[in-house]
């Protein structure tokens, strides 16, 4: 998952898994594999975000 802006290919990247390929497996297959981590990392990245944003917030009072 990525954050969009202006740029081609200059986002930052938020989450990235890592998914084994093994030798034969077709491109549905692997689109199963990838769908079935999608949701975990949904939810990884929206509270990696929150926990970012949390953070700045918290920062900026303390200055």
Known sequence: M???N???DKEEILSQPTIPII???TPT???EKA???EHQLIIRTI???IE???STRY???TK
Do not use: P, W
Request: proline fraction near 0%; glycine fraction near 4%; aromatic fraction near 8%.
């Open 47 to 49: 509270k990696k975000i």
């Open 23 to 25: 030798v034969n497996e």
């Open 52 to 54: 970012k944003n949390r």
């Open 6 to 8: 202006s740029e081609y």
């Open 29 to 31: 297959y692997l689109a």
């Open 35 to 37: 769908h079935g981590v």
């Open 2 to 4: 990525d954050l969009v």
């Open 59 to 61: 920062e900026k009072k």
